[in-house]
Structure formats: C-alpha cells, structure tokens
C-alpha cells in the first residue's frame, strides 16, 4: 500500500501541472510590439495601408508561433494525461481490490462464528475466558469491517476528484486551443483584405506611371551576422534565371520567390538606392547599388519603403511584395545586374551563393 500512496501523489502533481498550462492567457500582456492588436475596428489606426500589412504580417506571425506552441503543448499534455488516465485505472483496481476485502472479511466473519451470529456466540458463553475471547473476536471483526469500508469510501472520493479535475483541465485546455485558432483565423483574414486593398493602391500608382513615396515600415530589429541576406525571410523559389515563357520576351532575366501581397522585402546588403520607379513590365521596382558595384533589383513590388539616393542596410525592410506590372501572381522577381539598367543580368542563385547566401 505504500508505493499505492506514492502513485497518488504523482496523480495530483501531473494534474495540477495540466491546470498551471492551460490557465495561461492566450497573449501575454507586455510589449505592445509582440502584441495583436486587434479590437474588432477593422485594420486601422493611422499607419499607412502598407505599415498596416507589415504589422498584420507580425500579427500574424505571432498568432500562429502562439497556435503552434498551443497545440505542441497540447500534445505534451496529452502524453501527460495518458499517464493520468493509467495512474486512474490504477485506482480504480485498487478500488476492486478493496471490494474483495471486504467480502473477505465478511465470509470469514460467518467461517469464523460456525454460521452462528457473534451475538449470539456472547450471550451462549459457559465462562468468562469464552466470553473474552468472543468479545475480542467481535471487537476486531468490527474494526476491520470499518476500516475496509472506510478505505474504500475514501478511495472512491478521491477517484472521482481526481477524473473530474484532468475532465476540467481538458476542457480548459481544448477552449483555450480553440480560441488561439479563432484569433488566428481573425488575424490571417484582415491581413488577406489588408493584401489586396494594398495591391489595390499599387496598381493605381502604376497605371499613373509615378510612385506615391516611401511607405515607411516599423523596421524590425535585427542583430544579422552577414553581410548578405535573402530578399525574403520565407519563400518558395518559382521561375529560375534563364527559364522560358510567355510572359519573357527572351528569357527570364532574375529568380522569382513566391510569396504572398504585403511580404517584406530586404535588401540583400549595404547599398543605396538606384531607382524608385512605378510602371512597365517590371511594376513597381526598387534598384540598390551595392559598394562592390554590383546592383540588385526588387520587382512587382505592392509598396516601396525607401526613397532614390537613400542609403539601406544589410536586411533593411525596403518594400513589400505584390503583383505589378507583367506578373500573373504574387511574388518578388529579383535580379543581380553589372549596370542598373536591364540587359546585364546574372544569375543571382550562384552569386548569392558565393556570398554565403544559400536559397531553398
């Protein structure tokens, strides 16, 4: 029965752990900036539409490293109460084990009296001795009797404590789950609306032939140990330098990454900016001149961060991503370039790479 007791501490330990987690509030209440800001107005504030979509994008980004974690520790969680739940059958046997007890006690309370009640065997007593040892018979008959009742009752109480709490933690724990993914779902929505309003203005400053002006976006903070970065955090690498098409003239002149409306764009290293220009086949376009005279080129841009002459660093947030000009889908269209005018294109894959920039 000891080592019984030591399994029913674990059984309140694990539990207790179970309600610790799910008692966490879905986002933390500190810095604002790792904070969704949503209060159901819609996407505002006074930030420009672009600074908008960067900020939904953190959102977003946020909300789902906040889901994830969620499920993960769901998980965990589940592994935890599988070893509740066998800590609980446990119980439940020991439960039957103490049934057996009792039944025990009372066959061998009738073996021992012949079929004869206790009473009846005090009163029927020739002498004092028989007498005495009867009394001591009942009094230990009577104290197991109780003590076996009293162990099971109090081991059924605790059974039923314990299954209602690990049914409370879950249900705890499945609401909290459910409300990080409606968040999410909230978050992921205005930024696709947030998208398309964004391209939306884009495809008007294009059709007009000039550039609104830098958008400027809250610049995340960065510590790179680089010089040179991907254009893009997260892609996935579409149409490569020299593939054929429709939409080329000749053959495609840089390496596309699909990305979705809004994607931040980064400089890929120190430089300063060639040419802003909104308009023809490339849509709207940013040119960096890099210090080893090399140019890089940001294509069908929705929004545009820097101004001409501008001076950017290594990973600097410098527009974002979108569908202008000869493009059939969202993405960044990239180029490395000996001049800053078309013609002159590497291919950027290998000149990346030879930088320490490895992409896919």
Not at 353 to 359: I, N, P, T
Request: glycine share 10%; aromatic share 6%; charged share 25%.
């Amino acid at each position: 029965m000891r080592s019984y007791r030591r399994r029913r501490l674990f059984v309140p330990a694990l539990l207790c752990a179970l309600v610790v987690l799910v008692a966490q509030p879905p986002f933390a209440t500190g810095d604002d900036n790792d904070t969704p800001s949503l209060n159901g107005e819609g996407i505002g504030g006074d930030l420009g539409l672009g600074a908008q979509v960067a900020r939904l994008y953190k959102d977003a980004a946020l909300a789902t490293q906040r889901y994830e974690t969620g499920r993960q520790e769901a998980e965990v969680q589940r592994t935890k109460a599988q070893r509740i739940e066998a800590l609980l059958e446990r119980e439940r046997r020991q439960i039957g084990v103490l049934h057996e007890d009792l039944g025990r006690i009372a066959r061998a309370q009738y073996r021992s009296s012949g079929g004869m009640p206790l009473t009846a065997q005090l009163i029927l007593a020739k002498s004092p001795d028989q007498l005495m040892r009867g009394q001591h018979v009942f009094s230990q008959t009577n104290m197991a009797v109780n003590n076996a009742i009293e162990k099971n009752r109090r081991a059924e109480a605790r059974l039923a404590a314990d299954e209602a709490k690990a049914a409370r933690a879950w249900q705890t724990l499945d609401k909290r789950n459910a409300e990080l993914a409606e968040l999410k779902k909230g978050i992921e929505q205005k930024l696709e609306v947030a998208r398309w309003q964004l391209q939306g203005q884009a495809d008007a400053s294009v059709a007009a032939g000039s550039c609104a002006g830098a958008v400027r976006l809250d610049q995340p903070q960065t510590d790179f140990t680089t010089e040179w970065v991907a254009p893009v955090e997260s892609y996935e690498l579409s149409a490569a330098f020299g593939s054929g098409g429709l939409r080329w003239a000749n053959q495609h002149t840089g390496q596309d990454f699909a990305v979705p409306i809004g994607t931040p764009v980064r400089a890929v290293g120190e430089g300063r900016v060639a040419r802003v220009s909104c308009g023809g086949a490339f849509g709207m376009e940013i040119v960096v001149r890099h210090a080893d005279g090399y140019y890089t080129q940001y294509a069908h841009l929705a929004s545009v961060a820097v101004d001409q002459g501008e001076r950017v660093d290594t990973g600097q947030w410098i527009g974002q991503t979108g569908t202008t000009g000869n493009s059939t889908g969202p993405h960044l269209h990239f180029e490395v370039r000996l001049t800053a005018e078309m013609g002159s294109a590497l291919d950027p894959v290998p000149w990346l790479e030879a930088r320490g920039v490895r992409l896919g």
